[in-house]
């Protein structure tokens, strides 16, 4: 079955600093990956997506490449704010499915 | 426009009742999922609704069911609620297509506690 590993929290860093969450999924088809976050008392929100290998998403600053040959979707950010404290989700859909298998979530908190 | 809505916000129950929540979907969006989430499981897909139709089902007992009505409006219910169930629930609608080619958009969730 298909399966999310995310790396755990919670990630605590400073303003202005650099950012990585790791991703790396199982599959048994060729998935399309997402990431979502979800900010304290609300819902999730997309983040960014990539439906083939090699393609980055790219939204808000945030950015992640589609590795098909180490499976991963590694989500990164150049100079984090304190607006982006928040739990982070890596997500996958198989091709032409409508189902999301989600990983645990990271935490990120970002102080002044 | 406005977002996907969930009713209630907040519910509390104690075992053995029975839970309906609500999720009015964003107008011209005709697919509803619904997830599960707990601090010990994480999200977990319970069921997705398409025209009115389960298109999708997640690996939850029969205790868990929904349906979706001819405006995209979608209910779940809970039979014989267990203290396992307290979580959030969150609701997810879309147009309906290719997942990778659309957005998706989350409620604000239901938060069920049971007592």
């Known amino acids: 079955g298909n399966s999310v590993t995310q790396m755990e929290g919670p990630v605590t860093l400073s303003e202005e600093a650099f950012l990585t969450i790791n991703c790396t999924y199982t599959a048994t088809g060729y998935p399309s990956l997402f990431w979502y976050v979800q900010y304290p008392g609300e819902g999730l929100q997309l983040l960014l997506k990539?439906?083939?290998?090699?393609d980055k998403g790219s939204n808000k600053g945030f950015e992640a490449t589609y590795r098909k040959e180490t499976t991963s979707f590694h989500l990164e950010k150049g100079s984090v704010q304190v607006s982006d404290s928040a739990v982070y989700f890596c997500?996958?859909?198989?091709?032409?499915?409508?189902?999301?298998?989600f990983g645990k979530g990271t935490m990120l908190l970002v102080s002044p | 426009k406005a977002g996907v809505t969930q009713t209630p916000r907040y519910l509390i129950k104690t075992r053995g009742q029975q839970v309906t929540l609500s999720c009015s979907p964003i107008s011209g969006h005709r697919s509803v999922s619904w997830y599960q989430q707990t601090p010990g499981q994480g999200l977990q897909f319970l069921f997705e609704?398409?025209?009115?139709?389960?298109?999708n089902k997640g690996n939850f007992p029969g205790r868990f069911s929904g349906r979706q009505f001819s405006n995209s409006r979608s209910e779940m219910n809970v039979s014989t609620l267990e203290l396992g169930d307290s979580a959030l629930y969150l609701c997810?609608?879309?147009?309906?297509?290719?997942?990778?080619?659309?957005?998706?958009?989350f409620g604000p969730g239901t938060r069920l506690l049971v007592l």
């Open positions: 997810a609608s879309y147009r309906g297509g290719q997942l990778e080619k659309e957005t998706q958009y």
């Open positions: 990539a439906t083939k290998a090699d």
């Open positions: 997500a996958l859909s198989d091709r032409g499915y409508s189902t999301l298998t």
């Open positions: 609704y398409f025209s009115e139709t389960q298109r």
